[in-house]
């Protein structure tokens, strides 16, 4: 088993990372209540719902099985959770328990946030977007109609399951879209793991166990060392934010529904690549590398259809980069080296949205 701690001013936290942990008691051994409430949702219910509460027989266990999707994200199945808290009458030494994907960890991390002003939660991720990103780091949301994530709170973890078993059954198009956030830390600042992933590719897409559990090691390891930084946001974590403020646009003009985040990161990324190359810093043959990488996972590498400059202008203005008016954005100098701004020439902006509408 691979164990990081992610290492903050307040506190650290583990993150666990094997086949087959969950029929083993690591999430029992990080409950300190005797209450715990296992949130997950239809579609991983009857996989994993079973071999979680196993451990937890000594426990007041109750469970919640929430409906899939995006667009479920909201204030109103945030309300399910609190019901059936109060209906199971959870004190503030409860735990929840987050076994699903990113939707699921945002959420159920956000409920943990606000129930009596917070109480403990474990995430336990699903999708291999969930286990290299949104399971760690502390950032919890609910989307509302207008703008995703716009309604949340940092709320740490008190523990982080990974259990690469889980993968066999996530479909290949998910397996896909958490790729891009993986292939994301390679272009913000590792340039060497960058090439491992282009060197592992075949490896990868065929899910061999090793090179899986690499990936999600060196993944963690970076997001943990960003968020280490910069626990809050005020500074160069907004790097993990490459090709969201375009992908962010995206994911709400198709409504949450025809992409998946991964996707829209993926594409997003490859503007902010072709701004960078506007802007005379990034290299025509590095964007190239930049989009075979992702196009190599069949992931897109340009606009949806239909969506215009103006509908990326206005959507783009939403985002919460936008301080004192001025849209701060993550660019690359080069690949493995990133760097978020607010001085660029708009020009470049405008050509890149002329390049991809
Ligand atoms: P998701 O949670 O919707 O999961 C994708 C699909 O896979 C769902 O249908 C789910 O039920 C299914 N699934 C999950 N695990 C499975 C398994 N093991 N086998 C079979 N099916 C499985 O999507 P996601 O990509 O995991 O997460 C996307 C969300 O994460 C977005 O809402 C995004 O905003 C958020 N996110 C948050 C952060 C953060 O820092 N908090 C970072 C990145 C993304
Ligand atoms: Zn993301």
New binding site residues.
């Given amino acids: 088993m691979q164990k990081l701690d992610v290492s903050l001013a307040e506190r650290s936290y583990p993150i666990y990372i094997d086949r087959g942990l969950l029929g083993q008691d690591l999430i029992r051994g990080h409950v300190r209540g005797n209450q715990v409430m296992v949130v997950t949702n239809e579609t991983i219910a009857p996989l994993y719902l079973d071999a979680v509460t196993r451990g937890l027989g000594d426990l007041q266990c109750d469970t919640l099985i929430l409906p899939d999707g995006e667009q479920h994200k909201t204030l109103a199945t945030l309300e399910r959770i609190f019901d059936a808290l109060m209906a199971h009458r959870h004190s503030r030494t409860t735990t929840l328990v987050a076994l699903g994907g990113g939707v699921i960890g945002d959420m159920v991390g956000f409920a943990a946030a606000c129930y009596q002003r917070g109480v403990d939660f474990i995430q336990v991720p699903t999708t291999l977007l969930a286990q290299v ?1 949104s399971s760690v780091g502390g950032k919890t949301a609910v989307n509302h109609p207008r703008g995703k994530n716009m309604i949340g709170a940092f709320h740490q973890p008190r523990a982080v399951v990974i259990d690469t078993a889980v993968l066999d059954t996530l479909p290949e198009r998910e397996f896909a879209a958490g790729m891009a ?1 993986v292939i994301k830390y390679g272009l913000i600042r590792d340039p060497e793991f960058f090439q491992w992933l282009l060197d592992n590719q075949a490896a990868l897409a065929a899910r061999d166990t090793a090179p899986v559990a690499e990936a999600i090691l060196r993944s963690c390891r970076n997001k943990a060392e960003v968020v280490a930084a910069d626990e809050t946001e005020q500074g160069n974590r907004a790097l993990l934010n490459l090709g ?1 403020t375009f992908g962010h646009a995206m994911e709400t003009f198709t409504g949450y529904r025809d992409w998946l ?1 991964g996707e829209a ?1 993926s594409a997003g990324m490859v503007m902010a690549a072709r701004m960078s190359l506007e802007l005379g810093w990034l290299k025509q043959a590095d964007l190239d590398r930049v989009s075979d990488s992702l196009a190599a996972w069949k992931l897109p590498v340009t606009a949806p259809e239909g969506m215009a400059r103006a509908d990326f202008s206005e959507l783009m203005a939403l985002d919460k980069k936008v301080q004192n008016g001025r849209l701060r954005l993550v660019l690359l100098n080069q690949i493995g080296d990133a760097l978020v701004t607010g001085e660029y020439d708009p020009n470049a902006l405008t050509r890149t949205l002329e390049a991809f509408c």
């Fill in positions: 990103d956030e969201h985040h990161v």
